[in-house]
């Protein structure tokens, strides 16, 4: 059909015998105004776009979408061989992303923007260098990458990447974002990570919980920045053992000034002989031992609920009163205060929970309030137990402790993602079988559908095959895919 002007939709899915290399519609310019080509099947669709180096071709009726990448970073990706180009066109689709797993090496000057390599998600390594450094346009100077399963290696340098987000990289062992400006960096589920090197940066604080779930570290290099106050390393394991990788204090040949974060006040760790090894080996004496396992952190945690407030005080003089005895509730809680709290009830007389984001040792929280519908459990890495109630609607975000989500009659949730959960093991539904049907999906990761569906049990002594009915009805709501 070359050498025409059709347009819009070309729907082939009745030709199913249509054979890659004898069809030719839009190879080389030709119909440029078509959108979409149906034809029967993906695999179908993927042969002919590979063949017509195209991404028109499609067997849902969606068209695969390009990537929209700074032309000097696709320049370096098309130019691999064995990248990720499979049709030779030129451009990447989101669906070539997915589908390669080499690593993305780009090694020339003139990046502007590192935005599209999200898509990326089953590279094996990154990396951005350039003797010449790369100037980021002011409006993409953020990188947030999430859910890379099998990237081993980060390597960024010599560019104005301001602000860093890695969250779930199960595989990730070395991060390395040096001689930049970097100014504020969040590594979440980053289990096996043993190599961090930010050296050379504009990072001025790091916050008590950086370090948590960081506990493979073997080498860490914050030379060259201008961070201030304190540092948590208790989260680390084996510091005396590496202590001479341990780089945070002491005099850096390369950076300008050689001696940098001045202003750190304390570096706490677990023992004595811990700080006394890396006093020696960094040039300090600012390591301290922290016999309780975490620092004294007086950040401001902002709760502007008086009922909550009141509710945290009760708790806490419970647990300390000749700390908090004298405390008011006008007075503000700090990081260190709320760390304390490992079990929080809110109940019904709670309006706001802005703040309650800041309890990350929770381990159990009841939600009952009213107003409030949703809560981000992303910094909340310790928490097993959850239950929703009141008005709350869902939970977001992503943990790896979180194991029961329970749902008190509460027929304000409808749809409940739980993919970010990845240990998620049950929900509970705690609902008469008289109350309204209202479930209708609730996404789990794949391995733990069949768990969660054997843990929804509807009782009710009064109408047992109601029960069963409902019982049955939201375990089919149970699966793997996103909530429509």
């Keep these: 059909l070359t050498g025409n002007q059709l347009k819009g939709t070309v729907d082939l899915s009745k030709l199913t015998k249509l054979q890659n290399g004898k069809v030719s519609i839009v190879k080389n310019g030709n119909n440029s105004q078509i959108e979409k080509i149906i034809v029967s099947d993906v695999a179908k669709a993927t042969a002919l776009n590979n063949s017509e180096r195209t991404n028109k071709y499609t067997a849902t009726g969606e068209v695969d979408q390009i990537i929209d990448l700074d032309p000097v970073v696709k320049s370096a990706i098309v130019a691999e061989s064995t990248g990720p180009d499979r049709n030779g066109d030129g451009e990447i689709t989101i669906s070539e992303a997915l589908a390669y797993t080499g690593r993305i090496d780009i090694g020339i000057a003139g990046v502007r923007s590192l935005k599209g390599l999200e898509q990326f998600k089953n590279i094996s390594a990154l990396r951005i260098a350039s003797g010449d450094g790369n100037t980021l346009d002011a409006n993409n100077t953020k990188l947030s990458l999430t859910a890379f399963p099998n990237m081993k290696t980060l390597d960024i340098s010599n560019t104005t990447l301001e602000e860093l987000e890695i969250k779930n990289f199960p595989k990730l062992t ?27 940066n504009s990072l001025t604080a790091l916050s008590a919980t950086f370090f948590n779930g960081l506990t493979k570290l073997t080498a860490i290099n914050l030379l060259g920045n201008n961070i201030a106050g304190e540092i948590n390393l208790a989260p680390v394991q084996r510091l005396e053992a590496n202590a001479g990788n341990i780089q945070i204090m002491r005099e850096c040949r390369i950076c300008s000034p050689k001696r940098g974060n001045l202003q750190v006040t304390n570096i706490y760790v677990n023992t004595q002989n811990e700080a006394s090894v890396l006093n020696g080996a960094d040039g300090t004496v600012v390591y301290k031992s922290n016999s309780g396992g975490g620092s004294q952190d007086n950040t401001k945690v902002t709760i502007t609920d008086r009922n909550l407030k009141s509710q945290i005080l009760r708790i806490l003089r419970n647990k300390d009163f000749a700390t908090y005895g004298n405390r008011t509730v006008d007075q503000d809680f700090t990081q260190s205060d709320v760390d304390k709290i490992t079990e929080l009830l809110i109940d019904t007389n709670i309006t706001n929970i802005t703040g309650l984001e800041r309890f990350t040792k929770l381990k159990k929280l009841e939600l009952f309030p009213q107003g409030p519908t949703t809560l981000d459990l992303t910094a909340m890495q310790e928490l097993e137990e959850i239950t929703l109630g009141g008005t709350m609607k869902t939970i977001t975000g992503s943990n790896v402790s979180l194991k029961k989500v329970t749902l008190k009659e509460n027929r304000n949730v409808t749809k409940l993602d739980l993919r970010g959960f990845r240990n998620i093991e049950k929900v509970f539904i705690e609902e008469q079988p008289t109350t309204p049907n209202h479930i209708e999906c609730i996404a789990v990761p794949a391995n733990k559908v069949e768990d969660v569906k054997a843990s929804i049990n509807i009782t009710g002594t009064s109408n047992a095959d109601l029960a069963r009915t409902k019982t049955t009805l939201y375990r089919s709501k149970v699966q793997s895919t996103p909530c429509n």
């Design 174 to 200: 070395r991060i390395s974002v040096v001689n930049g400006n970097l100014k504020n960096i969040s590594i979440v589920e980053a289990t096996e990570l043993q190599e961090l090197s930010l050296e050379r």
